[in-house]
């Protein structure tokens, strides 16, 4: 048994070297090796060959890093402070424009005031987090569908954005102005980010045509269909917000 | 203020980009290029995979795409002692053979070599970050030991950079 009748394979050699075989296996090939001079003079050529190259390279280790390296990692972090502030803005200026609008508005109510204000500050909050952007990840797409549509008591979808370049990132689940809503998030290859708000905006609500508003560097296109109300939020030009638009429409109307 | 999660891999992925290039500034440069683009991926990392293997992956690919811009290799093609890092100009011999033999090599060798040789990845991760099966990871290995073990020996023309 501890003798190998048939040659090893280069292949089982070069794993051997590499410490990729188990421990049985490694132990059948050093037998072998004891007695086959010349694939034992290769093996030892390779040992030293992964030495040397260990030698050259490992002083990196000990070297300090550079401080733009560890900064590089702080950046993003350093501009958090500045856009919860800014959110918070957005927060204030959105009850304050509700609180006019309340005090004169007539009856039929202005259908969409307070949930695309909602999904500005949802994005302007969320967009920017770069640890935590989402609840469920795109990995458990179906696990984040279902969660949401059970809790907004509709059937959601996550429309694909890919052939605009848009990947999904997750989602999660936010509070809305009656209940619960919804907001998925998709990312480009830059990492430029883009939210899909999702909410009930009311019985009384009225189906409306594309809606565009631009503040403080974030744009919103939003409408509502059937029963639900519908934000996208991103920093896009208008044209090019309308594209994804349209293909968010389709994705929950057919 | 807190360590970031990808901070403590920093002095290896500093290892490996000097492996691929050997200047200082552009091996640096080249590692904060991953961070940064690691930052805007990371909501895409799966938790429960190697931080270390995923870090490594986004560097192969910007490496990769560096090399395929003619501005990349019209600067590699300059051969300026002066930006070397002192270790390698104070090698002793050997090692700074090691290091000229290594840079002959094509650069698909050149990683595994080192992913494997130095970085100690499993073949299994060194196929995921390189982005082929990995029969591949073997077969190039095996290619690029004989490679090396040529050049060293003196053998062998200067590799000669292909233009895809």
Sequence with gaps: MSESPQPVSDETLHAYVDGQLDTARAVEVEAWLAENMEAAERVRAWRAQNRALQALLDPVLDEAVPARLTESLQRPRRVRPWRAAAAVAWMVIGALAGYALHDWRTPPVVVATPFFERAAVAHVVYAAEVLHPVEVSAEQQSHLVQWLSKRLGRELRTPDFAPLGYQLVGGRLLPGDKGPAAQFMYQDARGARLTLYVSTPGPDAQPTAFRYEKEAGTRVLYWVDRDLGFALVGELEQARLLDVAHLAYQAFNF | ?164
Excluded: C
């Design chain 2, 1 to 164: 203020m807190d360590s970031h999660p990808f901070e403590e891999h920093i002095p290896r992925l500093r290892r490996y980009a000097r492996a691929l290039l050997r200047y200082v500034t552009r091996a640096d440069d080249l590692v904060q290029d991953t961070l940064e683009r690691a930052l805007t991926k990371y909501a895409l990392f799966r938790r429960g995979t190697d931080l270390r293997a995923w870090l490594f992956t986004i560097m192969h690919n910007f490496h990769i795409n560096q090399i395929r811009t003619a501005s990349y290799r019209a600067v590699t093609v300059e051969y300026d002692d002066a930006e070397m890092t002192p270790e390698q100009t104070n090698d002793p011999t050997a090692l700074r053979d090691l290091a000229i033999a290594l840079e002959q090599l094509a650069p698909e060798h050149r990683e595994v070599l080192v992913l494997v040789g130095v970085e100690q990845l499993t073949y299994g991760e060194a196929a995921s970050v390189l982005g082929v099966p990995i029969g591949t990871v073997m077969s190039r290995l095996s290619r690029a030991r004989e490679r090396l073990a040529t050049v060293l020996s003196g053998e062998a023309a200067p590799y000669l950079r292909r233009v895809k």
